[in-house]
């Protein structure tokens, strides 16, 4: 059974900091790139942060310098540190495969407000 788990979120102010987890099945996580993705309300899912099984990372834009993804292939858990977070940060964070599974977690809701 495939399973991916995130957990962490919550509330923070703008400017702050926060991680977040992922567990996922052993059988998809090794062998894939994995990956961070986010909806806000009203809006289309899209990638944050990829790494790659080797550990090769990529960044879109508008978090780069301020999150970083790593992943722990013996524990099968995938990492994002979020530091400097801002109001259009705030989203449902998703972890996944990349390209994506069509099964998704319940995510981890991020809210960034004063």
């Known amino acids: 059974q495939v399973t991916l788990v995130e957990s962490g979120g919550g509330l923070v102010q703008p400017g702050g900091s926060m991680s977040l987890s992922c567990v996922a099945t052993?059988?998809?996580?090794?062998?894939?790139?994995m990956a961070w993705y986010r909806q806000a309300p009203g809006e289309q899912r899209d990638l944050v942060a990829r790494?790659?099984?080797?550990?090769?990372?990529t960044y879109v834009d508008s978090v780069k310098g301020r999150f970083t993804v790593s992943r722990d292939n013996t524990k099968s858990t995938l990492i994002l540190h979020m530091n400097n977070l801002q109001p259009e940060d705030t989203a449902v964070y998703y972890c996944?495969?990349?390209?994506?599974?069509?099964?998704w977690g319940q995510g981890a809701q991020v809210t960034v407000s004063s």
């Open positions: 052993m059988n998809i996580f090794r062998p894939n790139a």
């Open positions: 790494i790659s099984p080797s550990g090769t990372t």
């Open positions: 996944n495969t990349n390209p994506p599974l069509r099964l």
